[in-house]
């Protein structure tokens, strides 16, 4: 069973710009979650998605925004970005409500210049 | 605010040693919590899960949940180096991390 995907792997861009980066899930599983990885805060959670509608979110600002599709992939925006998203963005998913064991991708690192 | 903290470390132990890591957790009515092992510049990969009060062991991986005192742990019997890496507690759906304690296994 393959595991979870996410597109890109790597991305560089500048101030102000925005990105867009998506995930695919583990087949059979339909709750994606994301979250942003730095050094300094650690894994904080973004935002927890099922069935195509947004169940979680966690303390960010508006500027991240995410969906999710009727195949389960989801997406999460970033905009205006800033020096301070520069973070690795992990995604990770889970069976159902019932099965909340989390499997991560390997994560985006954004860069943001 | 609902809290996960774990002992920050690092934490060193000798290969063959038993490692110990902790973590505590604010919210009380809390039902599901994990132990994630990340390997530098990897993501992190589920270890334990444990819902119940009491210890379930997995291998050399045994969790311990307390829920009267609001504590979770993670014992490593017989460290290997390959064990050297980051564990994170986690709680809960919204998947409250802690910050995750640094296991350093020395051959």
């Known amino acids: 069973k393959a595991g979870v995907t996410q597109t890109p792997r790597y991305l560089i861009k500048t101030r102000g710009q925005q990105v867009t980066l998506s995930c695919s899930p583990i087949s059979g599983h339909r709750s994606v979650s994301w979250y942003q990885q730095t050094p300094g805060q650690g894994l904080q959670f973004l935002f927890e998605y099922f069935s195509e509608t947004q169940r979680n979110k966690g303390n960010f600002p508006g500027r991240f925004s995410g969906r999710q599709f009727s195949n389960s992939r989801s997406e999460m925006n970033v905009s205006t970005l800033e020096l301070g998203d520069s973070a690795l963005y992990l995604c990770?998913?889970?069976?159902?409500?019932?099965?909340?064991?989390?499997?991560f991708g390997p994560g985006t690192r954004l860069t943001v210049l | 605010q609902k809290e996960v903290e774990q002992n920050s470390g690092p934490l060193s132990v000798p290969e063959g040693a038993i490692a110990s890591l902790n973590c505590t957790y604010s919210?009380?009515?809390?039902?599901?919590f994990f132990w994630y092992r990340q390997y530098s510049g990897k993501s992190p990969e589920l270890i334990m899960s444990?819902?119940?009060?009491g210890d379930k062991e997995d291998g050399r991986f045994t969790a311990q949940l307390n829920k009267a005192s609001q504590y979770v742990s993670l014992l490593i019997r017989d460290s290997q180096p390959s064990d050297s890496a980051t564990y994170l507690c986690a709680v809960n759906n919204d998947m409250r991390f802690g910050a995750g304690t640094r296991l350093t296994v020395k051959p």
């Open positions: 990770a998913t889970t069976r159902d409500l019932q099965h909340n064991e989390q499997f």
């Open positions: 444990i819902y119940s009060n």
């Open positions: 919210d009380r009515v809390s039902q599901s």
